[in-house]
């Protein structure tokens, strides 16, 4: 009981954080921010679809886990906010998608911002799909049910999701860019009963399964395209556990049993003694830029890492990655930013070195807005998983 009341004490220093921090115009109307960067000086004003999602996740779950209404004018918000940006337009050729981005939450006319992301929309309809096993919302189902038609629509022969369109994001071999989509289409297909979306999931799991090497990882979307340079090679494995998990429990198929049990024990070689998952082995060196071993990255691999154990641990039963996953938590909860700055303190940066137990490293490689890093403080992708992750704790 002691080590969910401290769990759930680092959640509520995160919520006053993104509360008091990061919230567009009155209470969140357009969404919450998507991250502060420390050596910049700048609030980034881009609000995204993804991370909202992700808070309004955690938003409903807390709701759950403690009975409290605290937060619920703000999920409405977000909610309210990502109705209004999902594509709606039924003769667009994007109906049913979300962009990247929306300047303060309402500009749609920067162009970085229009492209479309398939693992960001993917991690929304996974979010959707939670927050409707948590409160039976239909408006979430329908959105989650429009958005999964637009991405099966998008199907190559091969499994993966690709148009060249000029919008839709053109690193799709990744396994980011299919594990999400793949395995909410699967939760999917068992909510509504749809052989299409079945169909679409395992194809898609077909080819994401090619992706797997023998020692257990994934192939870094660095390896197959020299993209993604700065999403360390933990990021890439911790999210395929996720992935797997999904499938063995949707389908019952041994071979992603198989493929899990492979993935799961390379992320559980990959964790540091206290607790954080490192980036990577010598030996892995080259699967990605961002590659020094010391150091647990935040943005793309912690928070995802420790919802992937705990998945893990619901599909197999095995206490190993429950006890992973707790240990990850503890050591989250214990590098939270406490007495830096009131502007981020409750957060987390989003790299932290592991020998010398401090804030450590950057995302910068060939990336010039360094996505990630010591500097970069996360709501979504960090803060949202790590808490979403923390609650599925408390709760069991």
């Known amino acids: 009981m002691m080590k969910q009341a401290s769990l759930l004490a680092s959640v509520e220093k995160c919520l006053a954080w993104i509360e008091g921090q990061m919230l567009t115009f009155d209470r969140g109307y357009n969404g919450v921010y998507e991250r502060i960067r420390i050596d910049e000086k700048i609030r ?39 109705a209004r940006v999902q594509e709606q337009d039924e003769t667009s050729a994007w109906y049913g998608s979300f962009p990247f981005y929306l300047v303060d939450g309402y500009d749609w006319y920067s162009r970085t911002g229009y492209f479309v992301y398939q693992n960001d929309n993917g991690r929304i309809l996974q979010g959707l799909l939670h927050m409707h096993e948590l409160e039976a919302d239909e408006k979430l189902l329908n959105s989650a049910v429009r958005l999964a038609n637009y991405w099966v629509s998008l199907q190559r022969p091969e499994g993966y999701f690709y148009r060249n369109d000029g919008r839709t994001q053109s690193c799709y071999l990744g396994q980011d860019f299919v594990g999400w989509l793949a ?35 994934m192939r870094t979307s660095y390896e197959l395209m020299k993209r993604e340079d ?76 420790l919802m992937a154990l705990y998945e893990a641990w619901k599909a197999t039963n095995d206490e190993v990655y429950l006890q992973a996953a707790e240990k990850l938590a503890d050591f989250l909860a214990s590098i939270q930013c406490n007495g830096e700055s009131p502007l981020w303190d409750g957060a987390w940066r989003g790299s932290y070195n592991a020998a010398t137990r401090q804030w450590d490293g950057r995302a910068d490689q060939n990336n010039h807005i360094d996505e990630g890093g010591m500097y970069s403080v996360y709501t979504g992708w960090c803060a949202s998983t790590i808490m979403y992750g923390m609650l599925l704790l408390n709760k069991r």
């Not at 559980?268 to 607790?275: A, E, N, P, S």
């Not at 699967?287 to 020094?292: E, P, V």
């Open 230 to 305: 700065w999403r360390p090679l933990s990021s890439e494995t911790s999210k395929a556990v996720y992935a797997f998990s999904v499938a063995y429990q949707e389908t019952g198929d041994p071979k992603f049993a198989a493929a899990l049990e492979k993935a799961g024990r390379y992320i559980l070689r990959l964790q540091h003694q206290d607790g954080g998952i490192l980036n990577n082995d010598e030996q892995t060196k080259d699967a990605a830029l961002q590659n020094n071993e010391q150091l647990c990255d935040l943005v793309y691999t912690q928070g995802f890492a």
């Open 44 to 82: 980034v004003n881009w609000v995204r679809p993804d991370c909202n999602t992700e808070i309004a996740r955690v938003l409903t779950l807390y709701k759950q886990v403690t009975g409290s209404w605290k937060y619920e004018a703000l999920n409405d918000n977000i909610k309210s906010w990502l």
């Open 183 to 217: 395995s909410g289409l699967l939760k999917l297909s068992t909510l509504m009963g749809n052989e299409t979306y079945r169909i679409a999931a395992l194809k898609a799991f077909d080819y994401f399964l090619t992706l797997q090497l023998e020692d257990g990882r």
